[in-house]
């Protein structure tokens, strides 16, 4: 969540928030009438705006502060860890209370044209946020108790069965392709899910703020995006890789031209005759290729993954499985 109060529209939406909340605590069209002449009374709306236009801008250059920024991440991951601590020790509804940013905003008004907006309360309602109750929470204590046992579970089994399923099949590279191709399916359902749900939070709120919630929400949704990323990118590898190396007319053809490249240039280029590595190679190609995958694979489970980071890792694969290649060719 670090990278939400970053967000330009984010910025925007809080600063207007605070500031409608701020000027419905204080009257300032009645202040400005009271310190105008009689005669002037009329200019009262005029500079009210500009007092709330200026009072906007100033909330926004608060928010834009690196200082301040630290501090909303600070109070965010003090509420969330308070949270989980007393869901899973003692199952609690978990109320958040945001009060203190507001408060935090309101005091640093202070020496500037907007002093007589400081220190001023915001009614209770506004700094709290009940998350959940009842018969939630036992669930919610569960999966917070269980979640690192439960993922590392789901990817074993997964990746056992799976493994377990192709070793059975009597057409095991049908079944690797239909499985890879389910894989794929599902990963890209899940990316238009994501999609749709962040049009529909857009909707659920006010127009003021509906860019900056579809902001939130994608910056919340990044981590599962650059997940299903990378599984739809596996299964689309492997698809790719168990077709090229089957019998068909088109993967045979593929082969040609691959080996026609690797043996014809660069392996020739790189070893004038065959030695013990090159042998090795050539007779664990398979294997070899397979296990750059597993590997790649499993280092994307560790991974902080983003857009950067799914590319390299592709790269990286690429490179070691043509390196394979090189190696394993024989000259024609």
């Known amino acids: 969540t670090a990278p939400i109060i970053r967000n330009t529209q984010v910025q925007n939406a809080l600063a207007s928030s605070v500031n409608q909340q701020l000027f419905k605590q204080v009257d300032v069209n009645?202040?400005?009438?009271?310190?105008?002449p009689p005669r002037a009374g009329f200019l009262a709306p005029t500079i009210t705006d500009q007092v709330h236009q200026h009072s906007q801008q100033t909330i926004l250059k608060i928010?834009?502060?690196?200082?301040?920024?630290?501090?909303?991440?600070?109070?965010?991951?003090?509420?969330?860890?308070h949270f989980i601590r007393l869901v899973d020790e003692h199952g609690s509804d978990g109320s958040i209370d945001v009060g203190e940013v507001y408060t935090d905003v309101s005091q640093q008004l202070q020496g500037t044209n907007l002093a007589f907006l400081a220190n001023k309360p915001l009614p209770s309602k506004v700094g709290r946020i009940q998350l959940v109750q009842g018969e939630w929470l036992t669930m919610l204590q569960r999966t917070i108790q269980n979640i690192d046992t439960w993922r590392l579970m789901a990817i074993g089994l997964l990746v056992i069965f799976g493994a377990f399923g192709i070793w059975l099949s009597r057409r095991r590279r049908q079944t690797a392709i239909i499985l890879g191709s389910l894989f794929a399916?599902?990963?890209?359902?899940?990316?238009?899910?994501?999609?749709?749900?962040?049009?529909?939070?857009?909707?659920?709120?006010?127009?003021q703020?509906?860019?900056?919630?579809?902001?939130?929400?994608?910056?919340?949704?990044?981590?599962l995006v650059m997940q299903t990323v990378a599984v739809l990118s596996a299964a689309l590898a492997m698809i790719l890789i168990v077709w090229i190396s089957g019998p068909s007319k088109g993967s045979h053809k593929a082969r040609e031209v691959v080996d026609h490249l690797f043996s014809g240039k660069l392996h020739a280029a790189?070893?004038?005759?065959?030695n013990g590595l090159t042998r090795w190679v050539g007779a664990?190609?398979?294997?070899?290729?397979w296990l750059a995958v597993t590997l790649v694979a499993a280092s994307l489970l560790?991974?902080?993954?983003?857009?950067?980071v799914l590319i390299a890792q592709l790269?990286?694969?690429?490179?070691?499985?043509?390196?394979?290649?090189?190696?394993?060719?024989k000259p024609r």
């Open 185 to 207: 399916l599902a990963m890209f359902l899940t990316l238009i899910a994501i999609r749709i749900g962040k049009e529909l939070v857009g909707d659920k709120v006010s127009p």
């Open 284 to 289: 664990h190609k398979a294997v070899l290729q």
């Open 302 to 308: 560790f991974a902080r993954l983003t857009a950067g």
């Open 270 to 274: 790189m070893f004038s005759k065959e």
């Open 315 to 329: 790269i990286i694969l690429g490179v070691l499985v043509l390196a394979v290649e090189i190696l394993a060719a």
């Open 63 to 81: 928010v834009q502060r690196p200082q301040f920024q630290n501090r909303w991440n600070a109070a965010q991951k003090h509420a969330h860890d």
């Open 209 to 223: 703020y509906a860019e900056a919630a579809r902001q939130t929400y994608s910056i919340l949704a990044h981590g």
């Open 30 to 36: 009645q202040v400005v009438s009271q310190a105008l």
